[in-house]
């Protein structure tokens, strides 16, 4: 089980948009469609923002969005605001029953 | 309100073993899987152990697999993780979620506790 490919940081200024991808393998984020994504804050437990590759849970905004290609999944924040500054980790079904999460990518708000 | 409350963290020597409990409250609990994620200092998250809605499904990481083992009590509305042969690479900040449905095979967790902080030293 080796943890899933994020890019360690990206960066983009407030009203942009940015994309987080988080490559796996065919055993994981290409074989389910069981990726999810989350959100932490410094010293706060994690957000749940995308389920399920593409569904957004209530109450998050519309303007994040997930999809996924092959082995390689993607988290879109559009209209980016200052409190989207945050680490977002990426996770993936991985079969019998085991999970597993990418390396977290630290967002930038510039 | 959903709640997700950890207990039973603390300092304990190498090779020595501690268990875990996650209170549960503001849903029916033997609807949904929960499981356990932790946080070591400073790192990323890392997904420990899932168990299904009637305890028919669990699975492990690698690296706790054969010394953790997940249960959960219904009637009592708690999780628990049994940790055994603890190395100093299980310090971490263990979290108990609640996932969205019931089978363990998704990681979808919409709810999280506080998180309790286990620290392995001699």
């Known amino acids: 089980q080796s943890a899933l490919t994020q890019p360690a940081s990206v960066s983009g200024s407030p009203g942009q948009s940015i994309t987080i991808s988080c490559t796996g393998t065919?055993?994981?984020?290409?074989?389910?469609?069981?990726v999810s994504w989350y959100q932490q804050h410094p010293g706060k437990a994690p957000k749940l923002m995308i389920y399920e590759v593409s569904k957004r849970p209530s109450g998050v905004s519309n303007r994040f969005s997930g999809s996924k290609s092959g082995n390689t999944a993607s988290l879109t924040i559009s209209g980016l605001q200052a409190e989207d500054e945050a680490d977002y980790y990426c996770c993936s079904y991985a079969g019998s029953s085991t999970l597993i999460f990418g390396g977290g990518t630290k967002l930038t708000v510039l | 309100e959903v709640q997700l409350v950890e207990s039973g963290g603390g300092l304990v020597q190498p090779g020595r073993s501690l268990r875990l409990s996650c209170a549960a409250s503001?849903?029916?609990?033997?609807?949904?899987?929960m499981h356990w994620v932790r946080q070591a200092p400073g790192k990323g998250l890392e997904w420990v152990s899932g168990i299904s809605w009637n305890s028919g499904s669990i699975g492990y990481a690698d690296s706790v697999k054969g010394r953790f083992t997940i249960s959960r009590d219904n009637a009592k509305n708690s999780l628990y993780l049994q940790m055994n042969s603890l190395r100093a690479e299980d310090t971490a900040l263990y979290y108990c979620?609640?996932?969205?449905?019931?089978?363990?095979?998704?990681?979808?967790?919409?709810?999280w506790g506080q998180g309790t902080l286990v620290t392995v030293s001699s």
């Open positions: 979620a609640k996932g969205l449905g019931a089978a363990a095979a998704t990681g979808d967790f919409d709810y």
């Open positions: 503001g849903f029916t609990f033997d609807d949904y899987a």
């Open positions: 065919s055993s994981d984020v290409g074989s389910y469609n069981l």
